[in-house]
Protein backbone atom coordinates (compact mmCIF):
# COMPACT_ATOMS: atom_id res chain seq x y z
CA UNK A 1 0.00 0.00 0.00
CA UNK A 2 1.45 3.92 -1.27
CA UNK A 3 1.79 6.11 1.73
CA UNK A 4 -1.56 7.43 3.28
CA UNK A 5 -2.09 11.30 3.16
CA UNK A 6 -4.48 13.26 5.44
CA UNK A 7 -6.39 15.99 3.78
CA UNK A 8 -7.32 19.32 6.05
CA UNK A 9 -10.22 21.09 5.18
CA UNK A 10 -10.63 23.98 7.90
CA UNK A 11 -11.30 27.50 7.33
CA UNK A 12 -9.17 29.11 10.09
CA UNK A 13 -5.53 29.45 9.40
CA UNK A 14 -3.60 29.18 12.87
CA UNK A 15 -6.21 25.42 12.95
CA UNK A 16 -5.02 24.47 10.02
CA UNK A 17 -1.43 25.46 10.14
CA UNK A 18 -1.22 23.71 13.61
CA UNK A 19 -2.79 21.01 12.52
CA UNK A 20 -0.67 20.27 9.55
CA UNK A 21 2.55 21.19 11.57
CA UNK A 22 1.32 18.73 14.16
CA UNK A 23 1.42 15.76 11.19
CA UNK A 24 4.63 16.59 9.18
CA UNK A 25 6.60 16.75 12.61
CA UNK A 26 5.12 13.16 13.04
CA UNK A 27 6.20 12.71 9.47
CA UNK A 28 2.56 12.32 8.17
CA UNK A 29 2.08 13.52 4.47
CA UNK A 30 -0.67 16.12 5.12
CA UNK A 31 -2.31 18.61 2.65
CA UNK A 32 -4.62 21.13 3.95
CA UNK A 33 -7.55 23.58 2.26
CA UNK A 34 -9.33 26.57 3.26
CA UNK A 35 -12.53 25.07 2.06
CA UNK A 36 -14.35 22.59 0.24
CA UNK A 37 -14.06 24.33 -3.25
CA UNK A 38 -10.40 24.18 -3.73
CA UNK A 39 -10.33 20.64 -1.71
CA UNK A 40 -12.64 19.21 -4.21
CA UNK A 41 -10.83 20.65 -7.28
CA UNK A 42 -7.49 20.21 -6.53
CA UNK A 43 -7.54 16.96 -4.24
CA UNK A 44 -8.36 13.66 -5.57
CA UNK A 45 -8.39 11.20 -1.97
CA UNK A 46 -8.00 7.49 -2.17
CA UNK A 47 -9.62 5.02 0.02
CA UNK A 48 -6.54 4.71 2.43
CA UNK A 49 -6.54 8.42 3.27
CA UNK A 50 -8.36 10.33 5.95
CA UNK A 51 -9.93 13.54 5.46
CA UNK A 52 -10.48 15.88 8.25
CA UNK A 53 -13.71 18.44 7.69
CA UNK A 54 -14.50 20.98 9.97
CA UNK A 55 -18.29 21.34 9.95
CA UNK A 56 -18.27 25.27 9.73
CA UNK A 57 -16.87 26.28 6.34
CA UNK A 58 -17.69 29.35 4.36
CA UNK A 59 -19.67 28.48 1.04
CA UNK A 60 -20.09 24.49 0.41
CA UNK A 61 -20.72 23.51 3.72
CA UNK A 62 -18.79 20.96 5.48
CA UNK A 63 -21.55 18.31 5.65
CA UNK A 64 -22.15 18.68 1.78
CA UNK A 65 -18.67 18.12 1.75
CA UNK A 66 -18.57 15.01 3.41
CA UNK A 67 -21.76 13.59 1.61
CA UNK A 68 -20.44 14.07 -1.33
CA UNK A 69 -17.20 12.12 -0.32
CA UNK A 70 -19.37 9.39 1.28
CA UNK A 71 -20.67 8.52 -1.95
CA UNK A 72 -17.69 8.37 -3.88
CA UNK A 73 -17.12 4.06 -4.86
CA UNK A 74 -13.89 4.28 -2.82
CA UNK A 75 -14.63 6.57 -0.09
CA UNK A 76 -11.95 7.66 2.15
CA UNK A 77 -12.14 7.86 5.94
CA UNK A 78 -13.73 11.33 6.54
CA UNK A 79 -13.70 13.11 10.41
CA UNK A 80 -15.78 15.76 10.88
CA UNK A 81 -14.31 18.84 13.26
CA UNK A 82 -16.86 20.97 14.86
CA UNK A 83 -16.63 23.96 17.82
CA UNK A 84 -20.34 23.55 17.41
CA UNK A 85 -23.24 22.45 19.76
CA UNK A 86 -24.12 18.84 19.84
CA UNK A 87 -27.76 19.45 18.30
CA UNK A 88 -26.33 21.65 15.53
CA UNK A 89 -23.57 18.95 14.75
CA UNK A 90 -26.63 16.08 14.71
CA UNK A 91 -28.96 18.23 12.52
CA UNK A 92 -26.42 19.22 10.06
CA UNK A 93 -24.46 15.72 10.11
CA UNK A 94 -25.65 13.56 6.63
CA UNK A 95 -27.48 10.75 8.25
CA UNK A 96 -26.46 7.92 5.29
CA UNK A 97 -23.00 7.55 6.85
CA UNK A 98 -21.98 7.82 10.25
CA UNK A 99 -19.11 10.00 10.38
CA UNK A 100 -17.04 10.37 13.63
CA UNK A 101 -16.55 13.95 15.20
CA UNK A 102 -13.61 15.77 16.91
CA UNK A 103 -14.76 18.25 18.92
CA UNK A 104 -12.87 21.46 19.49
CA UNK A 105 -11.19 22.27 21.49
CA UNK A 106 -9.30 19.60 20.18
CA UNK A 107 -5.60 17.98 21.46
CA UNK A 108 -3.32 16.22 19.13
CA UNK A 109 -4.27 12.63 20.54
CA UNK A 110 -8.10 13.14 19.61
CA UNK A 111 -6.91 13.60 15.59
CA UNK A 112 -4.14 10.76 15.91
CA UNK A 113 -6.39 8.54 17.08
CA UNK A 114 -7.82 8.35 13.77
CA UNK A 115 -4.49 8.07 11.82
CA UNK B 1 -90.29 65.91 29.96
CA UNK B 2 -88.97 62.90 27.94
CA UNK B 3 -91.51 60.04 27.64
CA UNK B 4 -91.21 57.04 29.46
CA UNK B 5 -90.84 54.40 26.11
CA UNK B 6 -88.38 57.20 25.42
CA UNK B 7 -86.47 57.22 28.44
CA UNK B 8 -86.41 52.90 28.34
CA UNK B 9 -85.28 53.18 24.18
CA UNK B 10 -82.42 55.76 25.42
CA UNK B 11 -81.45 52.63 28.23
CA UNK B 12 -82.03 49.88 25.77
CA UNK B 13 -79.22 51.50 23.12
CA UNK B 14 -77.11 52.46 25.60
CA UNK B 15 -73.62 50.79 24.53
CA UNK B 16 -72.62 50.99 28.53
CA UNK B 17 -74.37 49.48 31.27
CA UNK B 18 -76.68 52.01 33.10
CA UNK B 19 -78.20 51.04 36.49
CA UNK B 20 -80.80 53.12 38.75
CA UNK B 21 -80.43 52.23 42.42
CA UNK B 22 -82.57 54.06 45.50
CA UNK B 23 -80.47 55.17 48.72
CA UNK B 24 -81.01 51.19 50.06
CA UNK B 25 -79.39 49.68 46.96
CA UNK B 26 -82.56 48.96 45.63
CA UNK B 27 -82.18 48.47 42.22
CA UNK B 28 -84.75 50.64 40.22
CA UNK B 29 -83.21 49.75 36.44
CA UNK B 30 -81.05 47.70 34.80
CA UNK B 31 -80.98 48.07 31.28
CA UNK B 32 -80.06 45.72 28.25
CA UNK B 33 -75.87 46.27 28.35
CA UNK B 34 -76.03 45.06 31.97
CA UNK B 35 -78.17 41.93 31.25
CA UNK B 36 -75.18 41.52 28.81
CA UNK B 37 -72.76 42.12 31.57
CA UNK B 38 -74.25 39.97 34.30
CA UNK B 39 -76.06 37.88 32.35
CA UNK B 40 -79.23 38.42 34.72
CA UNK B 41 -82.56 39.46 32.97
CA UNK B 42 -83.56 43.23 34.00
CA UNK B 43 -86.63 41.57 36.12
CA UNK B 44 -84.08 39.17 37.88
CA UNK B 45 -82.41 42.10 39.56
CA UNK B 46 -84.99 45.16 39.61
CA UNK B 47 -86.46 45.47 42.96
CA UNK B 48 -83.86 43.35 44.17
CA UNK B 49 -80.50 44.63 46.30
CA UNK B 50 -77.36 45.94 43.78
CA UNK B 51 -74.93 43.93 45.74
CA UNK B 52 -76.21 40.63 44.09
CA UNK B 53 -74.16 42.24 41.11
CA UNK B 54 -70.70 42.48 43.56
CA UNK B 55 -68.25 40.27 44.74
CA UNK B 56 -69.18 39.27 48.60
CA UNK B 57 -66.36 41.45 50.02
CA UNK B 58 -67.50 44.20 48.52
CA UNK B 59 -71.63 43.99 49.04
CA UNK B 60 -71.05 43.66 52.55
CA UNK B 61 -69.71 46.96 52.92
CA UNK B 62 -71.92 48.50 49.89
CA UNK B 63 -75.17 49.48 52.47
CA UNK B 64 -72.34 51.09 54.95
CA UNK B 65 -71.05 53.23 51.85
CA UNK B 66 -73.95 54.45 50.66
CA UNK B 67 -75.45 55.56 54.34
CA UNK B 68 -71.55 57.37 55.09
CA UNK B 69 -72.34 59.17 52.00
CA UNK B 70 -75.19 60.50 52.33
CA UNK B 71 -74.46 61.38 55.88
CA UNK B 72 -70.81 63.24 55.35
CA UNK B 73 -71.18 64.17 51.95
CA UNK B 74 -67.94 62.38 51.15
CA UNK B 75 -68.15 61.21 47.85
CA UNK B 76 -65.79 58.21 47.02
CA UNK B 77 -67.50 57.29 43.55
CA UNK B 78 -70.26 60.01 43.30
CA UNK B 79 -69.11 62.40 40.44
CA UNK B 80 -65.64 60.59 40.38
CA UNK B 81 -65.60 57.44 38.56
CA UNK B 82 -63.45 54.11 39.25
CA UNK B 83 -62.75 51.06 38.52
CA UNK B 84 -64.16 48.17 40.97
CA UNK B 85 -64.97 44.54 40.03
CA UNK B 86 -68.18 43.02 39.33
CA UNK B 87 -69.84 40.07 39.70
CA UNK B 88 -71.56 37.98 36.83
CA UNK B 89 -74.52 35.21 37.51
CA UNK B 90 -71.90 32.35 36.89
CA UNK B 91 -69.36 33.94 39.94
CA UNK B 92 -66.72 35.43 37.62
CA UNK B 93 -64.81 38.51 38.59
CA UNK B 94 -65.81 41.49 35.32
CA UNK B 95 -63.62 44.50 35.68
CA UNK B 96 -66.10 47.72 35.37
CA UNK B 97 -65.16 51.14 35.08
CA UNK B 98 -68.13 52.98 37.46
CA UNK B 99 -69.20 56.34 37.50
CA UNK B 100 -71.85 57.40 39.44
CA UNK B 101 -74.42 60.28 39.39
CA UNK B 102 -76.94 61.33 41.88
CA UNK B 103 -80.21 62.84 41.60
CA UNK B 104 -82.57 64.29 43.99
CA UNK B 105 -86.36 62.70 42.98
CA UNK B 106 -90.07 62.62 44.69
CA UNK B 107 -89.57 59.12 46.30
CA UNK B 108 -86.09 60.31 47.65
CA UNK B 109 -82.14 59.88 47.03
CA UNK B 110 -81.35 57.76 43.80
CA UNK B 111 -78.11 56.81 42.37
CA UNK B 112 -77.59 56.42 38.55
CA UNK B 113 -74.25 53.91 37.59
CA UNK B 114 -73.13 53.83 34.32
CA UNK B 115 -70.42 50.65 33.92
CA UNK B 116 -68.05 50.52 30.90
CA UNK B 117 -66.96 46.55 30.67
CA UNK B 118 -63.05 46.55 30.77
CA UNK B 119 -62.31 42.71 29.95
CA UNK B 120 -61.42 43.19 26.90
CA UNK B 121 -59.02 46.10 27.61
CA UNK B 122 -57.61 44.19 30.85
CA UNK B 123 -57.53 40.72 28.74
CA UNK B 124 -55.45 42.86 26.25
CA UNK B 125 -52.96 44.29 28.89
CA UNK B 126 -52.54 41.64 30.19
CA UNK B 127 -51.69 39.63 27.12
CA UNK B 128 -49.19 42.59 26.06
CA UNK B 129 -47.84 41.94 29.87
CA UNK B 130 -47.18 38.74 29.44
CA UNK B 131 -46.03 38.85 26.22
CA UNK B 132 -43.09 41.66 27.00
CA UNK B 133 -42.02 39.64 29.99
CA UNK B 134 -41.96 36.79 28.06
CA UNK B 135 -39.41 38.70 25.58
CA UNK B 136 -37.64 40.62 28.13
CA UNK B 137 -36.54 36.69 30.21
CA UNK B 138 -36.23 34.81 26.80
CA UNK B 139 -33.89 38.08 25.75
CA UNK B 140 -32.05 37.92 29.32
CA UNK B 141 -31.27 34.08 28.87
CA UNK B 142 -30.84 34.13 24.87
CA UNK B 143 -27.90 37.02 24.91
CA UNK B 144 -26.29 35.08 28.18
CA UNK B 145 -26.45 31.81 26.42
CA UNK B 146 -25.15 33.01 23.03
CA UNK B 147 -22.20 35.45 24.80
CA UNK B 148 -21.12 32.15 26.49
CA UNK B 149 -21.39 30.82 23.08
CA UNK B 150 -19.93 33.27 20.72
CA UNK B 151 -17.15 33.05 23.32
CA UNK B 152 -16.52 29.76 23.81
CA UNK B 153 -16.90 29.46 19.55
CA UNK B 154 -14.07 32.55 19.23
CA UNK B 155 -12.03 30.78 21.84
CA UNK B 156 -12.00 27.68 20.69
CA UNK B 157 -10.24 28.31 17.62
CA UNK B 158 -6.92 29.87 18.81
CA UNK B 159 -6.82 27.39 21.93
CA UNK B 160 -7.22 24.34 19.24
CA UNK B 161 -4.06 26.15 17.01
CA UNK B 162 -2.12 26.95 20.43
CA UNK B 163 -2.96 23.48 22.35
CA UNK B 164 -1.43 21.81 18.56
CA UNK B 165 0.98 24.07 18.66
CA UNK B 166 2.48 23.55 22.19
CA UNK B 167 2.03 19.66 21.54
CA UNK B 168 4.17 19.50 18.67
CA UNK B 169 6.87 22.07 20.14
CA UNK B 170 6.94 19.58 23.41
CA UNK B 171 7.88 16.43 21.16
CA UNK B 172 10.24 18.13 19.36
CA UNK B 173 11.74 19.38 22.14
CA UNK B 174 11.98 16.18 23.66
CA UNK B 175 13.21 14.25 20.66
CA UNK B 176 16.43 16.57 20.01
CA UNK B 177 19.69 15.70 19.87
CA UNK B 178 20.72 17.34 23.52
CA UNK B 179 17.21 17.58 25.38
CA UNK B 180 16.31 20.36 27.49
CA UNK B 181 14.40 19.11 30.79
CA UNK B 182 13.80 22.86 31.47
CA UNK B 183 12.58 23.76 28.22
CA UNK B 184 10.60 20.11 28.19
CA UNK B 185 9.56 21.15 31.66
CA UNK B 186 8.36 24.26 30.85
CA UNK B 187 6.50 22.50 27.87
CA UNK B 188 4.25 20.28 29.54
CA UNK B 189 3.24 22.96 31.97
CA UNK B 190 2.07 25.27 29.46
CA UNK B 191 0.45 22.12 26.93
CA UNK B 192 -1.50 21.19 30.88
CA UNK B 193 -2.54 24.54 30.95
CA UNK B 194 -3.82 24.71 27.53
CA UNK B 195 -5.91 21.83 28.52
CA UNK B 196 -7.60 23.39 31.62
CA UNK B 197 -8.35 26.79 29.34
CA UNK B 198 -10.09 23.85 26.95
CA UNK B 199 -12.18 22.28 29.94
CA UNK B 200 -13.24 25.44 31.02
CA UNK B 201 -14.42 26.10 27.48
CA UNK B 202 -16.03 22.71 27.04
CA UNK B 203 -18.05 23.52 30.44
CA UNK B 204 -18.88 26.72 29.59
CA UNK B 205 -20.43 25.01 26.21
CA UNK B 206 -22.61 22.05 27.81
CA UNK B 207 -24.01 25.03 30.70
CA UNK B 208 -25.20 26.63 27.87
CA UNK B 209 -25.62 24.15 24.66
CA UNK B 210 -28.81 25.11 24.45
CA UNK B 211 -31.85 23.16 22.93
CA UNK B 212 -32.84 23.20 19.45
CA UNK B 213 -35.37 26.16 18.69
CA UNK B 214 -39.18 24.34 19.57
CA UNK B 215 -40.89 25.04 16.30
CA UNK B 216 -44.35 24.92 16.15
CA UNK B 217 -46.75 26.57 13.97
CA UNK B 218 -47.68 30.16 14.63
CA UNK B 219 -50.17 32.75 12.25
CA UNK B 220 -47.07 34.91 10.82
CA UNK B 221 -49.27 38.03 10.41
CA UNK B 222 -50.09 38.11 13.87
CA UNK B 223 -46.74 37.23 15.19
CA UNK B 224 -45.58 40.25 13.28
CA UNK B 225 -48.77 42.77 14.83
CA UNK B 226 -47.66 41.74 18.31
CA UNK B 227 -44.06 42.96 17.75
CA UNK B 228 -45.52 45.88 16.53
CA UNK B 229 -47.57 46.56 19.68
CA UNK B 230 -44.30 45.56 22.06
CA UNK B 231 -42.47 48.37 20.15
CA UNK B 232 -44.98 50.92 20.05
CA UNK B 233 -45.60 50.80 23.59
CA UNK B 234 -41.88 52.57 24.34
CA UNK B 235 -42.84 54.63 21.52
CA UNK B 236 -45.93 56.59 22.40
CA UNK B 237 -44.29 60.23 23.18
CA UNK B 238 -42.34 60.26 19.62
CA UNK B 239 -44.65 59.90 16.63
CA UNK B 240 -42.85 56.97 14.65
CA UNK B 241 -45.57 54.89 12.44
CA UNK B 242 -45.48 51.35 12.84
CA UNK B 243 -47.24 49.26 10.76
CA UNK B 244 -47.37 45.70 8.75
CA UNK B 245 -48.77 45.47 5.07
CA UNK B 246 -48.75 41.43 5.94
CA UNK B 247 -52.68 40.56 6.50
CA UNK B 248 -52.57 36.98 5.61
CA UNK B 249 -54.07 35.70 9.00
CA UNK B 250 -54.65 32.22 7.62
CA UNK B 251 -50.80 31.93 7.34
CA UNK B 252 -49.17 29.65 9.71
CA UNK B 253 -45.37 29.22 9.89
CA UNK B 254 -43.48 26.53 11.78
CA UNK B 255 -41.71 28.79 14.25
CA UNK B 256 -40.15 29.40 18.11
CA UNK B 257 -42.52 32.22 18.25
CA UNK B 258 -40.79 33.57 21.12
CA UNK B 259 -37.63 33.31 19.07
CA UNK B 260 -38.38 35.05 16.17
CA UNK B 261 -40.37 37.47 17.97
CA UNK B 262 -37.20 38.40 19.48
CA UNK B 263 -35.50 39.10 16.51
CA UNK B 264 -38.31 41.27 15.05
CA UNK B 265 -39.01 43.10 18.34
CA UNK B 266 -35.29 43.95 18.27
CA UNK B 267 -35.13 44.82 14.20
CA UNK B 268 -38.34 47.24 14.91
CA UNK B 269 -36.83 48.38 17.72
CA UNK B 270 -33.72 49.36 16.24
CA UNK B 271 -35.59 50.65 13.24
CA UNK B 272 -38.10 52.58 15.61
CA UNK B 273 -34.26 54.80 16.83
CA UNK B 274 -32.96 55.08 13.33
CA UNK B 275 -36.21 56.98 12.13
CA UNK B 276 -36.46 59.20 15.25
CA UNK B 277 -34.72 62.65 14.00
CA UNK B 278 -36.07 61.95 10.48
CA UNK B 279 -38.80 64.52 8.70
CA UNK B 280 -40.43 60.78 7.75
CA UNK B 281 -40.97 58.93 10.63
CA UNK B 282 -41.78 55.20 9.46
CA UNK B 283 -41.08 51.95 10.00
CA UNK B 284 -42.88 49.45 7.95
CA UNK B 285 -43.17 45.53 8.31
CA UNK B 286 -43.92 43.58 5.06
CA UNK B 287 -43.55 39.96 4.08
CA UNK B 288 -42.59 37.81 0.52
CA UNK B 289 -42.78 34.40 0.26
CA UNK B 290 -41.66 31.75 -2.39
CA UNK B 291 -41.55 28.28 -2.66
CA UNK B 292 -39.03 27.22 0.12
CA UNK B 293 -38.33 30.52 2.21
CA UNK B 294 -40.29 33.37 3.70
CA UNK B 295 -38.53 36.96 4.31
CA UNK B 296 -39.93 39.30 6.62
CA UNK B 297 -38.94 42.48 5.46
CA UNK B 298 -38.24 45.79 8.22
CA UNK B 299 -38.27 48.76 6.60
CA UNK B 300 -37.54 52.26 7.92
CA UNK B 301 -37.42 55.76 6.33
CA UNK B 302 -34.11 56.40 8.62
CA UNK B 303 -30.50 57.55 6.84
CA UNK B 304 -30.11 54.12 5.84
CA UNK B 305 -26.60 51.84 6.70
CA UNK B 306 -23.80 52.82 4.84
CA UNK B 307 -21.21 50.03 3.67
CA UNK B 308 -19.14 50.45 6.81
CA UNK B 309 -21.40 50.29 8.81
CA UNK B 310 -22.52 47.07 7.47
CA UNK B 311 -19.45 45.37 7.40
CA UNK B 312 -19.25 45.66 11.54
CA UNK B 313 -23.31 44.99 11.49
CA UNK B 314 -23.70 42.04 13.20
CA UNK B 315 -20.39 41.02 14.58
CA UNK B 316 -20.63 40.58 18.16
CA UNK B 317 -19.27 43.66 21.13
CA UNK B 318 -18.98 45.84 18.21
CA UNK B 319 -22.25 47.68 18.83
CA UNK B 320 -22.22 51.70 18.41
CA UNK B 321 -25.24 52.27 20.87
CA UNK B 322 -24.07 53.49 24.36
CA UNK B 323 -27.00 50.83 26.27
CA UNK B 324 -26.41 47.30 25.47
CA UNK B 325 -23.18 44.90 24.26
CA UNK B 326 -24.29 45.22 20.67
CA UNK B 327 -24.79 41.46 20.33
CA UNK B 328 -28.63 42.06 19.34
CA UNK B 329 -28.15 41.40 16.21
CA UNK B 330 -24.87 38.95 16.50
CA UNK B 331 -27.76 36.82 18.74
CA UNK B 332 -30.62 37.53 15.98
CA UNK B 333 -28.45 36.56 13.12
CA UNK B 334 -27.53 33.22 15.53
CA UNK B 335 -31.37 32.51 16.02
CA UNK B 336 -31.94 32.57 12.55
CA UNK B 337 -29.35 30.45 11.62
CA UNK B 338 -30.93 28.12 14.15
CA UNK B 339 -33.92 27.76 12.13
CA UNK B 340 -32.78 27.26 9.39
CA UNK B 341 -32.90 30.91 7.81
CA UNK B 342 -30.65 34.36 8.08
CA UNK B 343 -30.67 37.89 8.94
CA UNK B 344 -29.57 39.89 6.23
CA UNK B 345 -29.04 44.11 5.19
CA UNK B 346 -30.20 44.82 2.12
CA UNK B 347 -27.50 46.79 0.04
CA UNK B 348 -27.22 50.60 1.12
CA UNK B 349 -29.13 52.98 -1.75
CA UNK B 350 -28.73 56.87 -1.19
CA UNK B 351 -31.66 58.31 -0.04
CA UNK B 352 -33.25 55.30 1.27
CA UNK B 353 -33.91 54.18 4.60
CA UNK B 354 -32.41 50.49 5.68
CA UNK B 355 -34.19 46.94 5.32
CA UNK B 356 -33.26 44.35 7.14
CA UNK B 357 -34.44 41.03 6.32
CA UNK B 358 -35.27 37.91 8.21
CA UNK B 359 -34.97 34.90 5.90
CA UNK B 360 -36.84 31.75 7.50
CA UNK B 361 -37.43 28.20 5.66
CA UNK B 362 -40.65 26.80 5.07
CA UNK B 363 -40.29 23.55 4.17
CA UNK B 364 -42.31 22.44 7.04
CA UNK B 365 -44.79 24.59 6.00
CA UNK B 366 -48.44 23.82 7.56
CA UNK B 367 -51.16 25.34 5.86
CA UNK B 368 -54.14 25.98 7.53
Not at chain 2, 2 to 12: F, K, M, P, Q
Not at chain 2, 258 to 263: A, D, E, G, L, Y
Not at chain 2, 310 to 337: P, Y
Request: aromatic residues 6%.
Amino acid sequence: MGFVVIYIVEDDVSVRDAISRMFESLDLYCTAFADGESFLSHASPRVDDIVFVDLHLPGLAGSDLIEKMAALDEAPQIVAISGQPLWKIERDLPKISPTPVVRKPLKEQDLLAYV
Amino acid sequence: MVSTSCLHSVLDTAVNGIIVIDDNGTVLIFNRACENLFGYKSAEVVGKNVTMLMPPAIAEKHAEYIRNYLRTGIAKVVGIGREVVGRHRDGTEIPIELSVGEAQTESGHQFTGVLKDLRATKEYEERLRVLQSNLVTMTRVNALDEMGAAIAHEVNQPLTALMLYLQTAARRARSAGDPDDMMINLMDKAVAEAERAGQIIQRMRNFVERQAPQCIGTGLAELIDDCLELVRVGHEADDVEFHSTFVDYDYQLELDSVQIQQILVNLIRNAGEAVKDQPVKQVVVSVERDDSNVFIKVTDTGPGLSEEAVSHLFKAFTGTKRRGLGIGLAISRSIAQNHGGDLLVEPYEEGKGATFTLRLPVKQETKS
